[in-house]
């Protein structure tokens, strides 16, 4: 399969979702999930996906039949365990949580069977997506880093939209692309502020860290993007949010999915920005029509924003600054 795209998600959840758009509630039952949501978006844009996912218990037997109708090539491996998931009322037009599980730990053997079925599928792609557990606990960060080393060093580019140890870890392997928000650069001490000025010194520290091209969200702010040495400013159109979740997963996606087919890196950024954006006008996580992002793409630009600034940090420090948090 040319031109396709490796998704990890190890994790995958049941979301449940009660909506009330008329004067009767309805009920939508949806697989869920960093990887899941990335895949999904991947698809939308054309671009083939597969998709490798442990599944187990209740949860896993009503999830597995909805994974395999999200248009994507599934591939699972059984766990003793059950997968997770969550439950919202969004009835007046916000979420809100009514119960959160985050399923358990996978065991060493259940991982073993995971990074074997998925470094196989990864080492066929051009591009592989790492998207991180739905809790930091039940997949081990070092996972991650044999998993960025085994990839890159055979030829698979690899994307991430990771944070904590788990993005530490693949940086000490060496990524193609690290997406990040400017929110967990600053719960995991990475960035003391969010002013453009710091949030530019830490592009630089991410890509010194291994990370060849960076890009770093701001919600409502344009994004920052380190590409070949320069920084830039991602402009695009502001859209009236439906669900403001979502859009940094649909950013990666976005990005991965040109790659996998030959793009280049800053027509990838743009038509990750454009997928993110359209995404929020959505109330389905990782949703949106080619046409629509299509046609955005064309509004989104790379403003040049400045030079670059004195190097700060080593990878060691980097990964100590995490450590310590």
């Known amino acids: 399969m040319d031109g396709h795209v490796m998704v990890f998600a190890p994790t995958p959840l049941l979301t449940v979702t009660v909506e009330q758009p008329g004067d009767e509630p309805e009920l ?13 978006m991947i698809s939308s844009l054309g671009v083939p996906v597969v998709l490798c996912a442990s599944i187990g218990g209740e949860i896993g037997q009503v999830l ?14 059984r766990r003793h365990s059950t997968n997770g998931g969550y439950v919202h009322d969004r009835r007046d037009g916000v979420r809100h949580e009514v119960v959160d599980v985050p399923g358990h730990p996978l065991t ?3 991982l073993d069977e995971l990074y074997n079925l998925a470094l196989g599928e990864g080492l066929r792609a051009p591009v592989s997506v790492l998207s991180g557990p739905n809790q930091p606990s039940l997949v081990p ?3 991650y880093r044999r998993f960025a080393a085994d990839l890159g060093d055979n030829g698979s580019r690899v994307v991430v939209d990771l944070s904590g140890e788990h993005l530490t870890a693949v940086l000490d392997s060496g990524v193609f692309f690290c997406k990040i928000s400017h929110e967990e650069l600053l719960r995991d001490g990475l960035a003391r502020d969010d002013s453009a000025e710091e949030l530019t010194g830490v592009l ?9 091209t960076v890009l770093v969200s701001r919600a409502d702010e344009p994004a920052l993007a380190l590409v070949d040495g320069e920084v830039f400013e991602v402009e695009m159109p502001r859209l009236q949010a439906a669900d403001p979740r979502g859009a940094g997963d649909s950013m990666t996606a976005g990005v991965a999915a040109v790659v996998a087919v030959g793009g280049d890196i800053r027509t990838a950024i743009r038509t990750g920005a454009a997928a993110g954006a359209l995404n929020v006008t959505r109330h389905g996580l990782g949703t ?8 955005l793409v064309d509004r989104v630009r790379l403003v040049p924003a400045g030079s670059r600034p004195q190097e700060r940090t080593t990878p060691d420090d980097l990964a100590h600054r995490v450590v310590e948090r």
Request: zero cysteines; a negative charge.
């Open 28 to 40: 939508h039952l949806h697989p869920g999930g960093q990887g899941v949501w990335q895949a999904r």
């Open 64 to 77: 597995e039949p909805l994974l395999g109708s999200e248009g994507v090539d599934l591939r699972t491996v």
């Open 108 to 110: 060493r053997h259940e």
């Open 141 to 143: 960060p070092d996972v």
């Open 204 to 212: 630089y520290d991410l890509h010194h860290a291994g990370a060849q």
């Open 288 to 295: 949106g029509r080619l046409d629509s992002i299509t046609g």
